[in-house]
């Protein structure tokens, strides 16, 4: 039976990975750690029965008092700031949790379980992206686990650092890591300021759909159940001091993951008559197309032009393949935003900052 420390688990990635481990490891103790930040949601956790403690990973005796009272054998570390646009406008909220925050978690694993343990097996599992590699031309290779680094954000950046001190306390102390760079995830829970909730709450509304550039940049789109698999994968089959590619094997180019997402939205108000009348504003309900909210804005400063993931390592060493076609996840993705409307109605009018400040008065 392992005992989890999960960091940023009341986030988009962190909370689905919660509630997949208490389903296929039940008997597991999983504490959550997170600061509940703008896009962490107390919500997202509730009939996980899991603990939240609501604290900062820079809280080093904080982290270290956590692993001592549970005694805790893993640690996974999702707690980061995670969105590039946020980056550009405010990097230093990057480098205080990505960079300082990793390393904080650092220092307290090695505290507990290297200094003052008797070095028992145990794991440090950290989350890392793809955006540490840089970025692609057409006709290059996938990244591998060997891709030399190359950030161009202060999100990629923070999130490269953050990999390297993990490595070095690796080499240097003997810490049992295992890091995942993942490509673009989607699905239920993820904070609507990411392109596919972001673009498919504003066709719901009506609001414009803001595509940075010729929009013509590509991702590889995971469906996080996928991803949360390959973290499992990488926790049970994973060794100590390896890194592992996680991908959707779903490269697309923005316009075409929009367009796709655009005619869903169409096609599922042809069917339910319902939905035109809880969404007036949107076209869809006016029997117009909902791409014709799309327009043009000037493109992202230092904009990636593509990603794509070479996953050969982990399913040769972890057997990890994605299940979700993306045509599958994200028509699954669309009907759980639609079913859980009190979810991002109350993200988005400010109740549920409104709640957190209630319940946890003094965080
Ligand atoms: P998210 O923004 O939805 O969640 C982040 C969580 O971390 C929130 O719950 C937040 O409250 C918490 N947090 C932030 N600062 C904290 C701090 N100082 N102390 C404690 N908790 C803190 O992000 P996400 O999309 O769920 O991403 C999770 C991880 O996955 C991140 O490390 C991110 O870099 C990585 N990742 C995400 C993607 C993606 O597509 N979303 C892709 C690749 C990698
Ligand atoms: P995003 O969801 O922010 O993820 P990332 O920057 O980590 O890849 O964006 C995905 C892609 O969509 C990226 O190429 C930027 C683009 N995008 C837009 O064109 N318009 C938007 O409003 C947003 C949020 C993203």
């Known amino acids: 039976m392992a005992k989890l420390l999960v960091t940023g688990g009341a986030g988009f990635i962190g909370a689905n990975f919660v509630h997949h481990w208490r389903a296929a490891h039940p008997a597991d103790t999983v504490i959550v750690l997170d600061a509940l930040t703008y896009s962490g949601n ?29 005694a805790i054998d893993t640690v996974v570390h999702f707690a980061a700031e995670s969105h590039v646009d946020r980056s550009i406008h405010g990097p230093d909220a990057f480098i205080e949790t990505n960079v300082i925050g990793t390393h904080s978690m650092l220092k307290a694993a090695k505290s507990v379980w290297l200094d003052e343990g008797d070095g028992q097996p145990h794991r440090f599992h950290h989350i890392s992206t793809d955006e540490v590699y840089g970025s692609l031309e057409l006709d290059d290779p996938a990244f591998s686990e060997t891709t ?46 990411k392109l596919i909730p972001l673009f498919l709450l504003n066709c719901l509304s009506g609001k414009p759909l803001p595509i940075y550039g010729d929009g013509q940049q590509r991702r590889d789109w995971l469906h996080v159940e996928d991803h949360c698999r390959g973290i499992e994968a990488a926790l049970l089959r994973g060794k100590p001091g390896e890194v592992y590619n996680i991908g959707g094997g ?40 909902s791409n014709s909210l799309k327009i043009t804005v ?32 994200l028509d699954a993705t669309i009907r759980w935003y639609l079913e859980n409307e009190a979810w991002w109605r109350a993200i988005m009018d400010g109740t549920y900052r409104q709640w957190v400040e209630r319940n946890y008065d003094g965080r």
């Open 42 to 70: 107390a919500q997202n956790l509730e009939a996980s029965d899991t603990e939240l403690v609501v604290g900062d990973i820079g809280d080093q005796s904080l982290v270290e008092k956590l692993m001592r009272d549970h």
């Open 148 to 193: 030399q680094y190359a950030p161009n954000s202060p999100y990629s950046a923070s999130k490269a650092a953050s990999d390297h001190l993990v490595r070095a306390y690796h080499h240097t102390y003997g810490l049992e890591v295992t890091t995942t760079n993942c490509s673009n995830n989607y699905g239920p829970y993820q904070f609507p300021e």
């Open 250 to 289: 779903a490269e697309k180019p923005n316009v075409e993951v929009i367009d796709t997402l655009c005619s869903v939205v169409d096609a599922l108000f042809a069917k339910d008559a319902a939905l035109a009348e809880r969404f007036p504003g949107a076209p869809a309900a006016q029997g117009k197309p």
């Open 298 to 329: 000037t493109d992202r400063p230092g904009h990636d032009r593509r990603y794509a993931i070479d996953e050969s390592k982990a399913r040769a060493e972890l057997d990890y393949a994605a299940k979700w076609s993306f045509e599958d996840g």
